[in-house]
């Protein structure tokens, strides 16, 4: 959201920024980064919190938001319980929503979860979607949205990485090891991991770090470890002990836009990952076995894998073996998604 942020700023559109604090340590730093002050800061994070009791907390607490500020549109985005809680909070007010990110499916409710009825549910509260590509439109439609209240805007995370370009070609490899922790000067080349899914806890887990402990004999990884105790429990208890595994906290955005950038290819859960690395030419193994962003798999910028450690290690080796290299742009979006969704706006509004 910080682009549209970026963008209301500029064209003098005023408005509010609410944050829940769902992830407070990844949040905060990346507030940071892109210069963006909370007018409200609900601060909700609980250790060991449930789905059920994030829920009530942005329930009870966002009334009061919406009394104080008096929005004409309440501007939500993808598929967080943040984004469909304050999207029903504002329905039962009687306040618009538009949803950015609209449209991404796999049409199966328990893959992603609980993202995909997240997603679903949204659209059915959303008076305005913006849909960052054509399939995502067409997903819409299908559901019986409106076609006057969608807009194909492509997808923001692109113009986060160009505003972010500068930041990134600043950091060198002595900054990013002061940081990790990692000595990057015997390291020849390395592969990227993250993984924070639901549907990957318990034995999905297990199986990719089985893989990622069999790759490793043939190359460096790093992986930056979500801070979800499912997460840290299972991938330190079987990969703390490999000296080719660099197991480290939870980077910044900054670090981690830098390590797509350097690294061989990724393996990941990440939806955002797989729409940002497009931008860097980095292909990702998806530890899923469906996604909602099927266009970086039509145009070989993503494989799904599942949680299939034969299948993680066979396509490993491959992309070790024969490097990825393509020509192609970034399937999501142009960098402009921002300016498109405010355009929009206005036309919704008949301002324009």
């Known amino acids: 959201m910080a682009p549209v942020i970026h963008e209301l700023q500029k064209q003098k559109i005023p408005f509010e920024v609410c944050i829940t604090a769902q992830h407070r340590e990844m949040l905060d730093q990346v507030l940071d980064f892109f210069e ?7 601060n909700l994070m609980k250790q060991g919190q449930s789905l059920n009791g994030l829920s009530a907390e942005i329930f009870k607490n966002i009334d009061e938001v919406f ?11 993808g598929d967080t319980t943040t984004s469909v809680i304050v999207a029903m909070a504002a329905f039962h007010k009687g306040i618009k929503v538009g949803h950015v990110e609209a449209g991404l499916r796999t049409f199966n409710r328990n893959s992603p979860f609980p993202e995909e009825i997240n997603r679903q549910l949204t659209a059915r509260l959303a008076s305005i979607h913006f849909a960052p590509t054509l399939r995502a439109k067409e997903n ?29 070609e600043d950091l060198t490899f002595t900054a990013v090891s002061d940081v990790t922790g ?16 639901r549907e990957n806890f318990g034995e999905g ?18 992986f930056p470890v979500h801070l ?27 670090i981690m836009l830098w390590l797509i950038r350097n690294c061989e290819f ?19 193994l998806v530890t899923r076995e469906n996604s909602e962003r099927s266009e970086g798999i039509e145009s070989e910028f993503a494989i799904l894998v599942g949680s299939n450690s034969h299948c993680i290690l066979k396509e490993g080796l491959q992309l070790l073996n024969s490097p990825f290299k393509t020509e192609a742009g970034n399937p999501y979006g142009d960098g402009k998604a921002s300016k498109k969704i405010i355009y929009s706006l206005k036309m919704h509004f008949g301002l324009i």
Do not use: M
């Open 266 to 284: 990724i393996i990941s859960d990440s939806g955002g990952i797989q729409e940002e690395a497009p931008s860097f030419g980095k292909k990702v």
């Open 228 to 254: 979800n105790p499912n997460v840290q429990q299972e991938v330190y208890g079987e990969l703390n002990e490999n000296k080719n595994v660099h197991l480290i906290n939870p980077v910044s955005y900054q």
């Open 36 to 42: 963006v002050k909370p007018d409200f800061d609900l």
């Open 205 to 222: 887990l297990n199986q990719i770090c089985l893989a990622l402990k069999k790759l490793s004999d043939h190359v460096q990884i790093i």
């Open 140 to 168: 819409l439609l299908r559901e019986n949205i409106s076609e006057g209240e969608i807009f194909i805007t492509g997808n923001t995370v692109v113009d986060a990485l160009e505003w972010s370009e500068k930041k990134i």
């Open 182 to 197: 990692i000595n990057f000067t015997g390291i020849e080349k390395f592969v990227l991991v993250t993984g924070h899914r």
């Open 67 to 77: 009394s104080s500020s008096q929005p004409d549109l309440v501007l939500v985005h």
